[in-house]
């Protein structure tokens, strides 16, 4: 028991002196709690102890370190390229690519503009769209037949514009474009 008891306190030795550069503790002589050292307070960054009343540089601190880790912080580009123009009746598409391929993905915001109305010369399109952990998402165009069934037969624009979002950077290019042609 004696011995069992022996090796219970050299692992809890090793495991106080292991944690105690991450906490900044220093062990009491009195065999109590741990605690820092007095008028010395552990730093958000775990840098080096400072004096507990140097309240102004605990704050700048905290914000310079959390300011430069969202600065060197890189999020991935998403662009968009359209696979070519679409025939009335087939379906088109527009390809989105992420670099750096971010795990599990990312949802992305984009609006839709151009001469070709929603619902009359395609089936709407729905914000957002995802990007799946391959770094490529694809948005279907459905054409619809023309309902407009005149001798105008002429081609329709669908512009895909990429916005801003949590998570990722808009890259180059931004937009892109495909046309509905008869």
Do not use: C, H, W
Not at 102 to 117: C, D, R
Not at 154 to 169: F, K, T
Request: no cysteine; charged share 15%; glycine share 10%.
């Amino acid at each position: 028991m004696k011995n069992r008891n022996t090796q219970l306190t050299a692992v809890l030795f090793v495991i106080a002196f292991a944690l105690a550069p991450i906490v900044q503790a220093v062990p009491s002589l009195d065999g109590g709690p741990t605690r820092p050292p007095p008028n010395e307070a552990p730093r958000p960054d775990g840098g080096p102890v400072r004096p507990a009343n140097d309240r102004f540089s605990a704050n700048s601190e905290a914000s310079s370190a959390y300011s430069t880790s969202s600065q060197n912080e890189t999020l991935p580009l998403i662009t968009i390229n359209s696979t070519g123009d679409v025939t009335r009746g087939k379906t088109g598409s527009f390809v989105l690519g992420m670099n750096p391929i971010m795990f599990g993905g990312s949802y992305v915001n984009f609006s839709v503009s151009g001469t070709a109305i929603p619902g009359v010369d395609y089936t709407p399109l729905v914000s957002p769209t995802f990007i799946g952990q391959s770094g490529f998402g694809v948005l279907l165009v459905k054409t619809l037949p023309d309902p407009r069934a005149s001798f105008f037969r002429q081609p329709y624009s669908v512009v895909i514009a990429l916005e801003p979002g949590l998570g990722y950077a808009v890259g180059e290019p931004s937009s892109a474009q495909m046309f509905i042609k008869p």
